[in-house]
């Protein structure tokens, strides 16, 4: 269990009586570029709120480097009206805020780009080291922790450099085209000093070209940092080319996983995609 | 864009400029003088606008409970530092409490106080009121302010705060440079707290919650901490008004006194501290002072001018607000801050100007 980055067990994420995750077994090892892929509405996004801390499963336990990070099971109202299976399995609650998981080594991206917008393309970078501090109100204040500012400032630099946006480091973050704004995104993120990156769509309202350019970027970013990265993505060209496993979703419940190419000729994959295989059947 | 030296020998200039200003203003006034009280309640409402700032245009906290941290640092300051001997006559109605007959405390220590109470009320609001988001918040500060500002005035506590009488005799620094020294102290470590790791993080939490959260920064620890010093400052800057007035009662620092601050936040930019300190010197200014004129009746020849009579001052006041926010969208200074290249850069546009003007005019 201990070679998972990422292992999510049984979650059940339900909404009043609406399941939009419904048994979710899904497992990241080290170095892997995992992609989770969907129709509209299969609930992918819901799973990574999940596991980043935004929605405590309603049932279920996700595991993060071996240790159990979340964990929940249905209690109060959801009680009488859980749908789903695993019941009773889990008994306790964990449901550490979304800041805690990224402490633990977890960041993520958005599906619609949430950079702070009122600053600027360095200052978004070095506003997530904030939580690799170790200076406290006080030595921050009067400055006594020159020392860390300036490294913090310095790895800001050499993160820009890396990521190709050192020339617009003094820019507003809003005022960078499009795949920019992507790639500062990953680059805050990557800010965090995670183990494990969440992308969600980063490819969303791109075109051919920077799609092409974002893909090259992913496996930089694997290699150089030695990542583990989870994504969601739409375009079917990014998904197999980068892909090491892939997961399909439909109306939350997981229908397929396995290899890029395994997922290719899956015809239940291709039914969900394409929505044949309903009529044939009534 | 001007050289980081050339800019330093600027700020170095400026700042000799106030303090030749305030020194000479010092030296050369009586103590009547209107430069004077422009001056120092300017400075007084810098503080109390830098602080509300912090919460409000850092961190994005629509708080306005500015006015009962006023009254706690006010009401605290005064306790602790009137005159034993003068006790006695203070409260000649209800009585002293015993506690307090014997208790007086130096004038620092005492400031020093009245911004810890604050602070320590605004911890314990903080917990639960902290949760709610925008007009909520601004509500629920809304409803501790007045709180606040009725126990005071309420008659169990009648032999601390005497009552709805209050409290006068409240001693002031001897010098006429001591509420400058208080503000440039507190206002400079305001300014540290938001150019360090921590002003960037409440700056995140102001420009996305969802992200900031993401990137890891625990938005409940960072908003009580902004809304703490916010409040601390807060009380710092009501003892200061405690003591430039010497009298208090609980309807000295009503809501009014929290919109007034808003006002001069808005106008000098939400998120920009030497707005704020521009703003409030402005406003004060016409308030107390440019606009005075308007209060009494004049004459021309001899016709006398309408409208003019005690009041319609406040009237322009109003109408020359409308038209400042009208006009600035974001307030004199937006989310910036003062600095030379945007002067240079305006007064080269300037010239420029002026002269593709004359180049027209020659042809």
Redesign the interface.
């Given at each position: 269990m201990s070679e998972n980055v990422l292992k999510v067990e049984n979650a059940t994420m339900q909404f009043g009586g609406v399941v939009a995750v419904d048994n979710l077994n899904l497992e990241v090892n080290e170095g892997e570029i995992v992609s989770l892929i969907g129709p509209n509405g299969a609930g992918k996004t819901t799973a990574f709120n999940v596991i980043t801390g935004v929605y405590a499963p309603t049932n279920g336990r996700v595991y993060f480097n071996g240790a159990c990070i979340v964990e929940n099971f249905p209690h109060g109202k959801m009680k009488k009206l859980y749908q789903g299976e695993h019941l009773g399995e889990y008994t306790s609650v964990k449901e550490p805020t979304p800041d805690k998981i990224t402490q633990m080594g977890m960041a993520r991206t958005f599906q619609n780009i949430r950079l702070w917008k009122s600053q600027t393309v360095m200052d978004n970078v070095l506003m997530a080291k904030h939580m690799r501090r170790s200076s406290n109100l006080f030595s921050a204040t009067f400055r006594l922790n020159k020392r860390e500012e300036e490294k913090q400032r310095e790895e800001t630099l050499d993160l820009l450099r890396i990521v190709g946006l050192e020339d617009v480091k003094d820019d507003l973050s809003t005022s960078l085209p499009y795949g920019k704004q992507r790639r500062l995104e990953i680059a805050r993120a990557l800010a965090t000093e995670p183990k494990l990156l969440l992308l969600d769509e980063p490819a969303a309202g791109m075109n051919p070209q920077e799609t092409i350019e974002l893909t090259e970027f992913i496996g930089e970013i694997r290699s150089k940092f030695h990542m583990t990265v989870l994504l969601i993505e739409h375009h079917m060209d990014l998904v197999m080319d980068i892909s090491d496993r892939i997961y399909v979703l439909d109306f939350g419940k997981l229908i397929a996983s396995g290899v890029p190419a395994e997922i290719q000729n899956n015809e239940r994959v291709i039914g969900a995609y394409l929505g044949v295989a309903d009529d044939a059947e009534d | 864009m001007l050289q980081k030296k050339t800019k330093n020998i600027c700020t170095a200039a400026a700042l000799v400029l106030l303090a030749v200003v305030i020194v000479c203003v010092g030296q050369f006034t009586s103590s009547t003088s209107m430069l004077r009280t422009v001056l120092q309640l300017g400075a007084i409402y810098a503080l109390l606008a830098v602080s509300m700032n912090l919460c409000n245009g850092f961190t994005g906290l629509f708080s306005l409970g500015q006015a009962g941290f006023m009254t706690l640092g006010a009401y605290t300051y005064a306790i602790l530092t009137i005159p034993v001997e003068s006790r006695a006559g203070v409260y000649y109605l209800y009585g002293v409490a015993g506690w307090l007959e014997k208790l007086e405390l130096p004038i620092p220590v005492a400031l020093l106080v009245a911004g810890l109470v604050a602070a320590l009320f605004a911890f314990l609001i903080g917990l639960p009121v902290l949760r709610l988001k925008s007009d909520y918040l601004a509500i629920a500060t809304l409803g501790f302010a007045e709180v606040v500002r009725i126990v005071t005035a309420s008659s169990p506590l009648n032999r601390v705060t005497n009552g709805s009488l209050g409290l006068t005799m409240i001693p002031g620094f001897s010098s006429y440079y001591g509420i400058f020294a208080v503000v440039i102290l507190c206002i400079a470590?305001i300014v540290?707290?938001i150019n360090?790791?921590?002003g960037?993080?409440f700056?995140?939490i102001r420009?996305?919650e969802?992200?900031?959260?993401?990137?890891?920064?625990?938005?409940s620890q960072h908003k009580q901490?902004s809304f703490v010093i916010s409040s601390f400052f807060a009380a710092i800057g009501g003892a200061l008004m405690a003591m430039y007035m010497g009298a208090i009662s609980s309807t000295t620092f009503t809501i009014a006194v929290t919109y007034f601050i808003l006002l001069i936040v808005v106008i000098g930019g939400m998120?920009s501290v030497t707005g704020s300190v521009i703003s409030a010197l402005l406003v004060i200014a016409s308030r107390e002072w440019w606009l005075r004129f308007l209060d009494q009746p004049m004459f021309i020849g001899s016709f006398k001018v309408p409208l003019l009579k005690t009041g319609f001052r406040m009237v322009v006041f109003s109408v020359i607000l409308m038209v400042v926010v009208l006009l600035f969208r974001k307030g004199i200074m937006g989310?910036r801050e003062f600095n030379w290249d945007g002067i240079y850069s305006f007064f080269k546009r300037l010239f420029s100007k002026k002269k593709s003007g004359k180049g027209v005019q020659a042809k």
């Open positions: - | 470590i540290l707290l360090s790791t921590y960037r993080a700056k995140a420009d996305d969802i992200a900031a959260e993401a990137m890891g920064i625990n938005l901490m998120g989310e």
